[in-house]
């Protein structure tokens, strides 16, 4: 079935450099994305969203960037910093089918070298 | 505040007992879910409830039972658990309003739960 999926299970990058966590998605009709961080035994935690009518948003030191012609999404996190080290979660919605439900990718893990 | 709040923290029940999860939010938000996490997995949707009706359920076995009591308020009462149904159990509520094009759903720390 279609499913939202990630490339690379985890991520390694050293303290102050740039990361770049990609997701890829087969559902065309999806047109809601959200990224969520979850830290070791906590809950998901919204970083940022975008909709299918924008290619790109910013937000504090990330930015999410939306190609629908490929079906990606990518998080760019800016300036890496260990408290960033987490499991990055992409996930879609299809608002015009009237679910009101989120179905997650698998998952990135990012761990940030000092 | 984006608060969700899960009680309890963790919980370790046998196969014969019978538990109940519960989850508050005080952000007005009309949709509430329950989402099931098992070890270095994403969350899997369980159960949806919009304005205290339940509008899904995701084929979720019977030994689980949601709740509503008032739009404030979630439980997920547990019964007759296998030990495969150990997992982190999470809570999340949303605005839910349909002229909204966005869905943010905000989660609480969730129940680690393990079956003996």
């Known amino acids: 079935g279609e499913s939202v999926g990630l490339h690379l299970p985890t991520l390694s990058v050293q303290e102050g450099d740039n990361s770049i966590i990609n997701c890829a998605y087969s559902n065309s009709a999806s047109d809601y994305f959200i990224w969520y961080k979850q830290e070791s035994g906590k809950g998901p935690q919204f970083i940022i969203d975008?909709?299918?009518?924008?290619d790109k948003r910013q937000g504090q030191r990330v930015t999410v960037l939306l190609n629908k012609t490929v079906k990606h999404l990518s998080l760019q996190i800016a300036a890496t910093q260990p408290g960033d080290s987490a499991v990055y979660f992409c996930a879609e919605n299809m608002r015009n089918t009237g679910r009101r439900a989120l179905t997650f990718g698998s998952g990135t893990r990012l761990q940030v070298q000092p | 505040d984006t608060e969700v709040t899960q009680t309890p923290k963790h919980l370790v029940m046998g196969m014969t007992n019978k538990k109940s999860l519960k989850c508050e939010q005080h952000?007005?938000?009309?949709?509430m879910y329950w989402y099931k996490q098992k070890a270095k997995k994403p969350p899997e949707l369980m159960f949806v409830?919009?304005?205290?009706?339940?509008?899904i359920n995701e084929s979720v076995p019977s030994r689980f039972s949601p709740e509503c009591p008032n739009s404030s308020l979630l439980n997920l009462h547990l019964h007759a658990l296998q030990p495969e149904d150990s997992a982190l159990y999470l809570c999340?509520?949303?605005?839910?309003?349909?002229?909204?094009?966005?869905?943010?759903?905000?989660f609480g720390a969730g129940t680690r739960l393990s079956v003996l």
């Open positions: 975008i909709r299918s009518n924008m």
């Open positions: 999340a509520s949303s605005q839910d309003r349909a002229a909204l094009a966005k869905n943010i759903q905000y």
């Open positions: 409830y919009s304005y205290e009706k339940l509008s």
């Open positions: 952000m007005g938000h009309r949709a």
